[in-house]
């Protein structure tokens, strides 16, 4: 094999060449074939990708900070996230028992989707009419958008958020309900594996929203839309 010594150009072979030559070379090759990495550098790959929850984008504004308006959303968000966590528990062991349903599932389940009615939309609702019009303006006034004739904004975000929180929830509410009617048991375990899925879709997808509007939404609402405003828009 013939070798070309980056300094001085001349070719070198191989099986001839001195230990002190490939040595040299090694030191000196522009193309490191084997890369010797940091014991403690980071490093995401498709089976360990960046954490969701991460990455604040702008300043925190701290909760006493914050106008009473936002205020009140995050403290529904933290009654929902007790929801959410009896939910995905009581869920979790209704399928480690073949989905067996006892007293303490089912009140946990009817609990459950009884606040995602009568709360959670109702949650989104009043964002959605309260806030989201000033903030997606404001958003797009100070550059916060995206490029092209109709631009978006985060808002239109966590708005397809509350689209998709409707239809999954429906849609596990609905499975579960059907999989106890059904006769065939191998047809039953399907669809409660896949009331199971969305469940735990469902679930997954309020904790990221609510994790967005608290440290990312409403930090931009604060720094957009002054104390003032605020206060008319709770009005």
Do not use: W
Not at 29 to 38: A, G, M, N, Y
């Amino acid at each position: 094999m013939k070798i070309i010594d980056p300094t001085t150009g001349k070719r070198i072979d191989g099986r001839g060449a001195s230990e002190l030559d490939l040595k040299k070379l090694k030191h000196t090759d522009p193309l490191q074939r084997e890369v010797e990495k940091e014991i403690n550098a980071s490093e995401h790959s498709p089976m360990d990708p960046p954490d969701a929850y991460g990455g604040q984008v702008i300043d925190a504004v701290a909760y006493e900070e914050m106008p009473a308006l936002l205020q009140r959303y995050m403290d529904e968000h933290r009654k929902a996230e007790a929801q959410i966590h009896a939910f995905e528990e009581a869920m979790a062991r209704y399928k480690e028992t073949g989905y067996k349903l006892d007293p303490s599932i089912n009140e946990t389940f009817r609990a459950f989707f009884t606040f995602f009615d009568d709360k959670v939309l109702d949650h989104n609702r009043r964002e959605e009419r309260q806030l989201f019009p000033l903030l997606h303006r404001r958003l797009v006034e100070s550059g916060e958008r995206s490029t092209g004739p109709a631009p978006t904004t985060a808002v239109d975000l966590m708005e397809d958020d509350h689209v998709k929180f409707i239809q999954l929830g429906a849609l596990a509410f609905n499975l579960l309900g059907l999989a106890a009617r059904l006769p065939d048991d191998r047809s039953a375990m399907f669809t409660y594996d896949a009331a199971y899925d969305a469940s735990r879709e469902l679930t997954e997808a309020l904790r990221l929203h609510i994790h967005r509007e608290d440290n990312i939404l409403f930090p931009l609402a604060c720094k957009l839309i002054d104390r003032a405003e605020m206060d008319r828009l709770a009005s």
